[in-house]
């Protein structure tokens, strides 16, 4: 039996009529950057979502990006990070010329440590990014307490759809960030983003620099950048955005699916599943269990023709583009232990369950 990581085909086959009907529309049109179709999908996601102001942008990694530079980040300021995470997280506060600044993980949650925070936060602290990981929204009300004011900064890529407290991801913080990535539980046809935020004067500035500073054309009031969406991205998005809340439960079901089973075969000492505190619901953009001899366990997985992840090998500390911070492994102990054992298995909405009790069959052969 084979168990892709991910089968987008599965997908596509569902929605293939609509999704050709919608991209012929934009051919149609001929109208490619920005325009109705992108307005449109800001006006639906922002109601889907619960979010006060939706701004589509280019991808993921230039949500965060936008967010940063509308915030007036740059030069001599520091933004908390958890060294655990994407590299975009990071990357992003280096590019507006800041200074990330690495924080370990909690090692139940994997996301940061609120008291690792309040111990590095400074003067020049600017801004927390919280990372809302594999579907989980970090401990929110814990990290703006810790905060005091301090502008956060949700990364929320892999959280669409995901609350806390009955607040959804993205609304959460001063400004969120989404991806549209092909793999994330809605994906484009390509790359693809979002920014959110519940201050107007906020998401205006946003859209005033996604598109170089202009207002209006040619009139440029400060340096922006190409930060567009593409309207044959907006137009599959919106086919895919009605069909989300559905893919999520699915998606929550394969993972209560992966707890009976995991509970049935006896490996519940030997294999650390995800955790789901309460009040937050977990959407499961990665089922990520965490194993010894994570790497034989997973060539084990890949002979019987089950896809598999690391979601992440390297943590930022241990990154060679930011050796000039000084930070050595064993400052982050839990990020390390995470790096080394963390897997993640299929989780997608079409997932069978006979699929999933190969994939439980498989590992029970290589650890119980």
């Known amino acids: 039996m084979q168990v892709p990581l991910l089968d987008l085909k599965l997908q596509y086959a569902s929605l293939r009529e609509d999704i050709l009907s919608a991209v012929t529309r934009v051919c149609d049109s ?17 109601a889907a979502i619960g979010v006060p102001h939706a701004v589509a942008v280019s991808s993921g990694t230039d949500a965060l990006l936008a967010a940063l530079m509308a915030l007036g980040i740059g030069e001599g300021d520091e ?64 990290l703006a307490a810790a905060a005091g004011g301090v502008h956060i900064i949700e990364d929320a890529a892999q959280a669409i759809g995901a609350s806390y407290r009955g607040r959804p991801a993205g609304a959460l913080g001063t400004i969120g960030c989404f991806s549209f990535f092909p793999t994330k539980n809605i994906g484009a046809f ?38 567009r969406l593409d309207a044959l991205q907006a137009a599959v998005l919106r086919v895919k955005l009605p069909h989300l809340a559905e893919w999520n439960r699915k998606r929550r079901a394969n993972a209560a699916k992966y707890r009976e089973l995991f509970a049935q075969a006896g490996l519940s000492d030997r294999v650390r599943l995800p955790v789901e505190p309460a009040g937050r619901t977990h959407v499961y953009h990665q089922f990520v269990v965490r194993v010894p001899e994570r790497d034989s366990v997973r060539a084990h997985l890949a002979s019987h023709d ?63």
């Not at 001929?30 to 922002?46: D, K, N, S, T, Y």
């Not at 201050?199 to 340096?223: C, F």
């Not at 390390?336 to 069959?361: G, N």
């Open 79 to 142: 933004v908390i990070v958890p060294t655990f995470s994407f590299f975009a997280t990071a990357g992003s506060v280096s590019r507006v010329g800041a200074t990330p600044v690495f924080v370990d993980i909690d090692p139940e949650t994997l996301m940061l440590d609120v008291d690792r925070v309040r111990a590095v936060m400074t003067s020049r602290t600017k801004a927390i990014i919280p990372v809302h990981l594999y579907g989980l929204c970090a401990d929110m009300d814990a």
């Open 306 to 368: 089950v896809g598999t992840e690391v979601y992440y090998p390297l943590p930022f500390h241990r990154q060679p583009c930011f050796a000039h911070l000084g930070y050595t492994a064993d400052a982050f102990p839990n990020a390390e232990a995470a790096a080394a054992d963390v897997l993640a298995l299929p989780i997608y909405p079409e997932l069978t369950v006979e699929q999933q009790q190969h994939v439980v069959d498989s590992i029970a052969e290589c650890v119980a």
């Open 30 to 46: 001929q109208q490619f950057i920005m325009g109705p179709e992108v307005e449109r999908l800001e006006f639906e996601i922002a």
């Open 190 to 227: 390509g790359d693809g983003g979002l920014v959110t935020t519940a201050d107007e004067a906020l998401a205006a500035r946003v859209r005033l620099l996604r598109n170089h500073g202009a207002r209006p054309k040619y009139v440029h009031h400060e340096i922006g950048g190409n930060f």
